[in-house]
């Protein structure tokens, strides 16, 4: 069975912090979603991760994705308040695995 | 603008009534939708697959009697909630997929059974 794991699980940080969230698992994927979810809404897709060793930016948001392809990271830069959310990591195409989730609080 | 349509976005009814989604995909033919439910501040967690013209897969403990799914068309698929207990309670979100996309999501369904 193939699972992601997602850490952290909670943050709350202040305006103007750096803070990486983690996404790891033990089997291969394809692909590598990440997506941000506000409150009464559905998911928004932020990226897709496809080529091991990618890098893409969004902003203030860096996504990687590991080498073998079994693990990603979101990195965002000098958060601010409007970061504020939920940020899943879903692997696979089709049916996703997702990650636990991180709920993320940007303090002003 | 919105990929995916859900519809309704809030509903509030009487124990042991029946609700019905609607999640339509607006801008592209989905081979297959899916639909999830989700508690506060937690992921998504899938209820049953669904795939055009045939009958939806639905997950380990996910009763299928209780929680209908049609897919009569590439861009239509309801979910029917039977005989909603207040437990029924939750957020519950569609998305659409074909082959070589991303996945979309709706903007979900917020349920409240009384």
């Known amino acids: 069975t193939q699972l992601l794991e997602q850490s952290p699980q909670f943050l709350s940080i202040q305006e103007g912090e750096n803070l990486t969230v983690y996404c790891n698992s033990s089997?291969?994927?394809?692909?590598l979603q990440w997506y941000r979810q506000e409150p009464g809404e559905g998911p928004v897709l932020l990226v897709t991760?496809?080529?091991?060793?990618e890098v893409k930016k969004l902003k203030r948001l860096t996504f990687q994705f590991g080498d073998a392809r079994k693990d990603s990271s979101l990195h965002i830069t000098a958060a601010q308040p409007g970061d504020t959310g939920l940020y899943l990591c879903?692997?696979?195409?089709?049916?996703?695995?997702f990650g636990q989730g991180t709920e993320l609080s940007v303090k002003p | 603008g919105a990929v995916v349509s859900q519809h309704p976005s809030w509903v509030i009814c009487k124990s042991g009534t029946s609700v019905k989604i609607e999640c339509r995909s607006l801008?592209?033919?989905?081979?297959?939708m899916f639909w999830y439910r989700q508690f506060p501040k937690q992921s998504l967690m899938l209820m049953a697959t669904?795939?055009?013209?045939?009958?939806?897969?639905?997950e380990q403990g996910v009763e299928k009697d209780k929680f209908l799914i049609n897919h009569a068309s590439l861009t239509l698929s309801t979910l029917t909630v039977t005989s909603a207990h207040p437990e029924d309670s939750s957020f519950y979100i569609c998305?659409?997929?074909?082959?070589?996309?991303?996945?979309?999501f709706g903007d979900g369904t917020r349920l409240s059974i009384l």
């Open positions: 991760v496809v080529t091991g060793g």
């Open positions: 879903a692997g696979g195409e089709g049916k996703l695995i």
């Open positions: 089997s291969v994927f394809s692909s």
């Open positions: 998305s659409a997929w074909d082959r070589g996309r991303p996945q979309h």
């Open positions: 801008d592209f033919q989905a081979t297959t």
């Open positions: 669904s795939n055009e013209g045939s009958k939806a897969t639905y």
